[in-house]
């Protein structure tokens, strides 16, 4: 089992991509940071999913 703190660093890395406007590129690292959430039940997998699907849909990056 993965710890915790792989999954905030793979979303970490994730957001960053993401804001750089390099969606595809940080897909990859959103999935595995949803997978070791689904894992571990995580109560923030909702979170991290709904990044997946807005870097899966190519949206802006929403955060200021």
Wanted: no cysteine; net charge negative; proline share 6%.
């Amino acid at each position: 089992e993965e710890p915790p703190d792989v999954a905030q660093s793979l979303n970490n890395l994730a957001l960053l991509l993401w804001k750089l406007g390099r969606h595809s590129d940080a897909v990859p690292y959103q999935k595995d940071a949803v997978r070791i959430k689904r894992l571990r039940q995580d109560a923030d997998l909702d979170e991290y999913q709904t990044e997946l699907e807005g870097l899966e849909a190519g949206i802006d990056y929403p955060y200021a």
